[in-house]
Structures are given as C-alpha cells and as structure tokens.
T-cell receptor, first 114, second 112 residues
Framework: DAKTTQPNSMESNEEEPVHLPCNHS???????IHWYRQLPSQGPEYVIH???SNVNNRMASLAIAEDRKSSTLILHRATLRDAAVYYC???????????????FGTGTRLTIIP | EAQVTQNPRYLITVTGKKLTVTCSQN?????MSWYRQDPGLGLRQIYY???????DKGDVPEGYKVSRKEKRNFPLILESPSPNQTSLYFC???????????FGPGTRLTVT
C-alpha cells in the first residue's frame, strides 16, 4: 500500500471547522482513502472512506483532489470530543482480498481549544 | 449495540506464563484481526482471520498464536510471554472487503 503524509499535530477552536490534510502522491488507481481516529485510551474508530468522489457522512466529509494525490478530512464543527489522533490510510480494497489489514502511520494529533 | 469486546482490559504477568486475551464480536463479521500498538511504531497487525478455521500471519506474528473455532471469537494466545510483548493490543472485525472495521477497547499487557 502507498504511503501517506500528515502533519504531526494541529489545533482548532471549538465549534469551528477543521481541515485535516493528507498527501498520498504515490496512490494507485485502486487505492481507497480511509480515515480512522483514535480517541485517548480507546481503540481506533472508523470515520470515512472514499475512492474518487467527495464523500459525506454523519461524522465528517472527505474531499479528494482531482488527481487523487491528496485529500482532506473535514470536521464541520469541532467539539471537544473530536480531540484525537487522525489517521489517513490507503488501502487497495481490490487486490488485498482476504486481509483487511490497515497500515497505520503516525497520524495527526488534533487538539481542540475550548 | 454493535461492538467488539476484549478481556482482560489490563493484565500484568510474568515471563513464560501462558495467557489468552479474548476477543468477541456480535456483528456476525467474517473478518477479524489482532494489532499491537507501540509508541513510535503505530499499530501493527499480528494475525488475521478471514472466517472460521481460516487464519494467517500478519506483520509481527512471532510469539503469538490465534484460533478461530467460532465466528464471533478470535482469541490471542501468548504461549510463553516475554517482556518485548508488553504492548497495547487491539482486536478488530469487519463484514467484508473494504468495509469499515470495528475495533475493541484494547488490552494493555505488561510482561515482567
């Protein structure tokens, strides 16, 4: 699976939108972009994933660049509960049949300022 | 409520004393996996299972065993724990290829 690059840390004010960037310049055509987050003292939690088109769900939005070499996770209105480490993960969901392994990097530690 | 449970949540043991960490999911998922999380190394996959009686090694399988006799359970077995297996362990499950994975709350293991 291709590598991703994320900032080590970011800060945001409570109740404001947050844009978490991820670069993946070596992404292949069959790599899906997955986002997970890990709240303090908890297991990772699925946030969102997509292939080419922008995606929205109840937790967040995923904006994918037209060339797919970068993406941005958008939290529309950050709360204190969104303070976590956010992981951007590429996964070839077509060829990795049988092993759903997620390769976690170091992620972005998001701090929410009250 | 859909969930993955792990037991115990915390365990302190001594070198060489066999232990089992249990993992159970109530979502009828085919796929289950074990990870360990260490500072600076992120989460690394230990073993995974595609379905009952089908298991395979992940990236760091040495010193661990698993079994999948029932769909809902996927225990992690340390036959002879060593201090380098001190870590935070997570179990995960998902229903099919590419779907979101559900993680358990973690088991913090200390081997002295």
């Amino acid at each position: 699976d291709a590598k991703t690059t994320q900032p080590n840390s970011m800060e945001s004010n409570e109740e404001e939108p947050v844009h978490l960037p991820c670069n993946h310049s070596t992404i292949s055509g069959t790599d899906y972009i997955h986002w997970y987050r890990q709240l303090p003292s908890q297991g990772p939690e699925y946030v969102i994933h997509g292939l080419t088109s922008n995606v929205n769900n109840r937790m967040a939005s995923l904006a994918i660049a037209e060339d797919r070499k970068s993406s941005t996770l958008i939290l529309h209105r950050a709360t204190l509960r969104d303070a976590a480490v956010y992981y951007c993960i590429l996964r070839d969901d077509w060829t990795n049949f049988g092993n759903e392994k997620l390769t976690f990097g170091t992620g972005t530690r998001l701090t929410i300022i009250p | 409520e859909a969930q993955v449970t792990q037991n115990p949540r915390y365990l302190i043991t001594v070198t060489g004393k066999k232990l089992t960490v249990t993992c159970s999911q109530n979502m009828n998922h085919e796929y289950m996996s074990w990870y360990r999380q260490d500072p600076g190394l992120g989460l690394r996959q230990i073993y995974y299972s595609m379905n009952v009686e089908v298991t395979d090694k992940g990236d760091v399988p040495e010193g661990y065993k698993v079994s999948r006799k029932e769909k809902r359970n996927f225990p992690l077995i340390l036959e002879s724990p060593s201090p380098n297996q001190t870590s935070l362990y997570f179990c995960a499950s998902s229903s099919q290829q590419g779907n979101e994975q559900y993680f358990g709350p973690g088991t913090r293991l200390t081997v002295t």
